[in-house]
């Protein structure tokens, strides 16, 4: 149904606005020149825009309007629990959607609970090269926070997770500098985080484990994105038997290693950041009894005037592509400030260079473009030059 829509909305847009222009002049060099050296001064006679206004959006698609923001509510759980909270795909199935994620509450203080996921979620490298990083350089933690925070949590269930800081402290071991703290929404347990609610230790081996719960299972999903599944190991849960390797976000013997959890036991030597057999065990800390998170010692994570923004960016995005300044200017047009807005793009999970694609596809389904004419016209919708670029490349012009 929502494709259908996109397709009479743009149709709609496109015989509207070339009914009332003249027909775009085909330019002859699209082959010989790139797209990103092209001169638009020199060609501004030769293109005509098609124009669409947000006001013209809107009269489109009628009455298009998000829920307000209703923060999800966890209440009345203890340390231990199992709850479940946001989804993601698990069981490698995706023809019957995401799955509940299931988390460990593995401490409560005041007002909120610190979860980490039962499972390994998915697998990843500490960092996509082999190179000297810590936790605040390396790209899990860029991951972590962008793209699964926005595929596992819905804008609802982002209303309560916080922006907390966290201490990265030096190797217990080697001494080497873990670097700077950081503010996260997702993250890894940290060692000593690792000591204090596992009763892990230093000195731990295979034959000196500790609480069952350090050791997890990988779900089938992330066995299939390459985490390592072990079986029948005597310090397993006896009621899941297996196990997988996992990061921790401290750094090892030196900066292009990470702790991690070996088979049943804490590497404090760490492996290879670029060593890519590791699963994924997320956390998040997160406000209970539904309030939205705030933190007076580092910021208000989600105002609701930026929650609804992002609600209803999320509701746009799927009805038609945008580029970021188009979204913004739409979503001001529906009464939303301009901050609120530009956060709502910018945290709504988008790629761009994918929108403009797909608004370039469509595009040339209803009419033949050139490639500077698409170009220009990707561009006069609000994408970069880069991405204008990307488009009209990958759609063969």
């Known amino acids: 149904m929502k494709k259908k829509l996109f397709m009479i909305v743009c149709l709609s847009f496109l015989l509207s606005a070339c009914g009332s222009r003249n027909t775009i002049e085909e330019t002859k060099n699209n082959s010989e020149n790139e797209v990103e050296t092209i001169n638009s001064d020199e060609i501004e006679d030769e293109i005509t825009l098609i124009e669409h206004t947000p006001e013209d959006l809107k009269e489109e698609l009628g009455d298009i309007s998000a829920p307000s923001a209703e923060p999800i509510n966890i209440s009345d759980v203890n340390v231990g629990d199992i709850i479940e909270f946001g989804n993601y795909e698990q069981d490698n199935n995706n023809n019957n959607g995401a799955e509940a994620i299931e988390w ?28 000297s990083v810590t936790w605040e350089t390396c790209s899990l933690r860029t991951w972590l926070n962008d793209d699964f925070y926005n595929e596992a949590f819905s804008v609802n269930e982002k209303c309560i997770i916080r922006l907390i800081n966290l201490d990265n402290k030096s190797n217990p071991d080697s001494g080497i500098s873990g670097g700077n703290s950081t503010q996260d929404r997702v993250f890894i347990l940290s060692y000593d985080e690792a000591v204090g609610y596992f009763d892990a230790d230093i000195n731990a081996s295979n034959s000196n484990t500790y609480d069952y719960h350090l050791s997890c299972a990988p779900t089938a999903y992330a066995e299939r994105q390459g985490a390592e599944r072990y079986d029948n190991r005597s310090f397993l849960d006896p009621s899941n038997n297996t196990t997988c390797m996992y990061w921790f976000r401290t750094v090892g013997s030196s900066q292009d290693k990470a702790v991690d959890m070996y088979i049943g036991y804490i590497s404090v030597g760490g492996s290879d950041v670029d060593y890519g057999k590791h699963g994924i065990r997320p956390c998040v800390t997160v406000n209970l009894n539904g309030v939205i998170a705030s933190d007076e010692e580092t910021e208000k994570v989600l105002t609701v005037g930026e929650i609804n923004a ?3 960016a999320t509701v746009y995005l799927d009805v038609m592509p945008f580029s970021l300044n188009g979204l913004v200017e739409q979503l001001e047009y529906e009464g939303c400030s301009y901050e609120d807005a530009k956060y709502a793009a910018d945290n709504c999970g988008a790629d761009w260079k994918e929108q403009a694609f797909l608004m370039g596809k469509k595009y040339l389904e209803l009419y033949d473009f050139s490639r500077t004419d698409l170009y220009e016209q990707l561009k006069y919708e609000g994408f970069s030059g880069d991405e204008a670029g990307y488009a009209v490349r990958e759609l063969g012009l």
């Open 310 to 312: 992002l609600n209803l």
């Open 104 to 131: 460990y509450v593995i401490d409560i203080e005041n007002d909120y609970a610190i979860l980490m996921s039962v499972y390994a979620l998915d697998c990843k490298n500490y960092n996509d090269t082999n190179e």
